[in-house]
């Protein structure tokens, strides 16, 4: 009896561990994106994706998890956390010449929203020269080389947090805003930006491609029909965005409640617009892929002010749809 | 009667009209005034409200301040000599308890911070733990270098207040005071946390009538602090609220206000007027509003128009039903007064129908002229004249019965009808006997009748005739005018059976009789003059030449210029006979 019973607990928890391991498999485990930012209109496409249920069409459970300003996004693919992220384009190409062997599944923005904004005249970027620039944590550091690469002398670069309130109270002169997140909130805070205080990057000869989604090598080889039905779902989402703007907008709002972030439906619907701007790349359409050219722009960035870093990764091996 | 009816619509609708456009100027004349004059006086009060809201929160601000700023001294004592610097924090947190944390920076060139092992910096932090105080020292990964409330303070050299943050579910606000040295440079900081409902309470439970409107307060990052519509907190800037709700003239008072500026205007959010009082509350850097819907500040005066008109239109509705009766009775009195002068105008017809109008009268006779003129002041008179021819003599009467219009006007028919029924062998003394006594018969009115009959022998120019109170006739020789004597008797009608006396004369070929009523003696101008018998023996002095229809119309065009459109107030009849 005692023999029967011993047989039983084992063969129930041999049963039980199948079970688990099978679950996984059958994708009662969701996969996780990470976003490298709170959520907001920025990540519209894949929030209305899972709201509107296009993940589960796929069969995909997939679940969204923001940035909560204390785990990375690249940290949390590096670490398995995750298994897509989204990232900036020279964010996700340093971490790869760091060795984190992660790809390109799907670029969303094709273009750089970065300016410079100063409470005084910029005429040129030549009037950064020597400047304080302060600008917040995460922000990426080849654009501060870049940008001092068009200096006659170096501008000093800073990270602070809440930029906006420190260049508000005039604590600081130049920082660094983007088209559809700062520059909106600044104005939308009363403050009156003039074109002449205003430059932008791209002016600059770097209008580097932005957001795209990640996951490593390892998972895109083993897992490409789950990275097919990701990618085809959040293309859905964010062609839903584009044709349904005040509904998708309502769905990131909600979102926003459910994390106790601050709720202005004007700033995300400026935000989702503005995101529907830099989606469309050269043909002016949204093509969510990435182009050798945009490769090669952040490619050569890195090879001119990457520190002297000789390493040259391949467009194939960072985008792999082309293989 | 359909068109009485809507006569008396019409002019009830034309009344009631006319007093409501009277109402209309009149109450939109004092709705004007009143509104102008509470709006006047809102102006004002809503201005001292908000002003006393900001001071309000202005004393709660600078007691904050006041309370940091007092431990400077101690805390400047302790950093120098290496003390505890928790005891300062302690302190602090005990006598203010609205504050829920305590922080004290220090910059890495601190001799303290490079004492304990921290030469990036450090920080302390004093915070509530039950009824006791904690003190710890925050660890390095912490970077409070680059947070607001530190950052900010150090680089702008003064007092800073942080926008509010979400710190574990509570709204928390921060105030940082630096502590500079001699060269002005910040080597540490002492700061305090706490509840963004120390600040807003002040304002929210200021104002508990609805009627005053409500409350609101502006950060300085444009976010709303306080609002009664709570969504509107800490989400809502007053720039996308003014773009949601097509309001630009309240996103440009709240720049204005963010930049200093106080005071009240009108401003239209969401297709309503609101009456704002702002106010900038210094330091704090916020601005604090009172905003009133302008219908809840007229409200009083519109519900009483609204009373007004209500009773306006109850008090038109009984004006309107009386105006109908009374325009429907007066309508009646018109139609039959209309009636009534339509028989008249047949009355009138019909006495001067018995009236010889045609002359020379038939038959007509070689030896005679007459022509006779009667004017009744009214449609009908009492004034009467006949005349007829029977055997060579000529007979004739002229009357005038005492008072005018109808009753006057059915004597004189009698009267007509009375000597034109004598037998021609009656004398004028009898004629008149005959028509004294059938009028004085059954005569309660005592109406009387002045007249002379006459008979004037064709042949002979024998002349007699009976005056009964009447003026006397005049007698018209070449160039000259007199007035044939006569015995007086009495007019017909007073007295029964009164013995009436006989005048007899002779009249020569060419001379005229000319016979009057008191109408042409008595004809008034327009400044009361009368006309007198003298100015007619006057004017029929310079006309003895004339035919008796030359002389009665030059009679009568002189007449009529010398009253000169003034009322004719008697009968006037003139009859001329003139033997030939």
Known sequence: MKKFLIISVLFASLVTMIAFAVSRDSHHVPYVLYTHWTAQSQFGGYIVASEKGFYRDEKLPIALHFDDSVHNAIDMLRSGKAQFVTTTLSNAYRARLEGLKLVNVMQTMHHCSYSLLSHNKLKSAKDLAGKDIYVWHGFDEIFCRAINGHLPSPARWHQIFTVLEAFRARAVDVIPITCYNEQSELEESGYEIKADNLIKV????????????????????????????????????????????????????????????????????????????????????????????EFNGVRDLYRKYGNGTAQIIDYKEFYPWTR | MDKIKSMAMRASFMVVAFVTIIFGILISSNIYFAIRDIEEKEHVQMYAETKYLAYRLINQVQSIESSVEAHEQALRHYLRDGDDVGEVMRDLLRRDKRLIECNVGLEPDHFLAKTLGNPEGLMYRAYREGDSIAVVIKPNDYHFQVQSFYFIPKHIKRNYWTEPVMSNGARIITFSHPLLDNDGRMFALLSVDLPLEVLVDTLQTAIKDDNAGFVYAIGKSGRYMVHPNNDFVLNETFVTNSREHDAPKFEAMCRKALAGASGTQYVEYGGKNFLDSYMYVNGLGWMVGIAK????????????????????????????????????????????????????????????????????????????????????????????????????????????????????????????????????????????????????????????????????????????????????????????????????????????????????????????????????????????????????????????????????????????????????????????????
């Not at chain 2, 045609?358 to 007509?364: E, K, Q």
């Not at chain 2, 037998?423 to 009028?439: G, H, K, L, M, Y």
């Not at chain 2, 007035?483 to 017909?492: D, F, G, K």
């Open chain 1, 202 to 293: 791209s002016d600059l000869g770097l209008d580097i491609a932005e957001d795209g989604v990640y996951c490593t090598e390892d998972f895109f080889n083993s897992h490409r029909d789950v990275v097919e039905a990701f990618i085809r779902a959040s293309i859905k989402g964010w062609q839903y965005s584009m044709d349904n703007i005040e509904e998708s907008v309502q769905m990131v709002l909600e979102k926003r409640r459910k994390f106790s972030l601050s709720v202005n439906h004007y700033h995300e619907i400026n935000m989702m617009r503005e995101i529907h701007r830099l989606l469309k790349d050269e043909s002016g359409t949204p093509s969510f892929t990435l182009s050798e050219n």
């Open chain 2, 293 to 580: 819907s302008w219908s809840a500040i007229v409200s009083d005066i519109l519900k009483g128009v609204g009373y007004s008109i209500l009773t306006f239109i109850v008090c038109m509705a009984l004006l309107t039903l009386v105006m109908y009766k009374l325009m429907k009775q007066l309508t009646n009195m018109t139609a039959v007064k209309e009636s009534f002068e339509k028989e008249l105008f047949i009355a009138h017809d019909i006495q001067m129908g018995m009236l010889p109008r045609i002359f020379p009268a038939p038959p007509a006779h070689p030896n005679i002229d007459v022509f006779a003129y009667l004017n009744p002041a009214k449609e009908v008179g009492g004034d009467l004249y006949d005349i007829f021819l029977k055997k060579d003599k000529l007979h004739f009467i002229i009357g005038d019965v005492s008072g005018k219009g109808v009753p006057a006007s059915l004597v004189m028919a009698i009267t007509i009808s009375l000597f034109r029924s004598m037998d021609n062998a009656c004398s004028p003394v009898e004629v008149v006997t005959r028509i004294n006594n059938s009028v004085a018969a059954n005569n309660e009115r005592n109406m009387f009748v002045t007249l002379i009959v006459g008979e004037l022998d064709l042949e002979t120019g024998h002349l007699c005739f009976c005056n009964a109170g009447h003026d006397p006739m005049l007698l018209l020789t070449e160039g000259s005018v007199e007035r044939i004597p006569m015995l007086p008797n009495l007019p017909v009608g007073l007295m029964e059976d009164f013995p009436y006396r006989m005048n007899e004369t002779d009249i020569k070929k060419g001379e005229r009789l000319l016979l009057y009523t008191d109408g042409v003696a008595e004809a008034e101008n327009p400044d009361k003059n009368l006309y007198t018998i003298e100015r007619l023996m006057s004017l029929a002095e310079k006309l003895t030449d004339r035919s008796s229809r030359e002389l009665i119309d030059s009679i009568q065009t002189d007449v009529t210029n010398f009253a000169s459109g003034a009322d004719q107030s008697d009968d006037i009849t003139i009859m001329a006979i003139h033997y030939m």
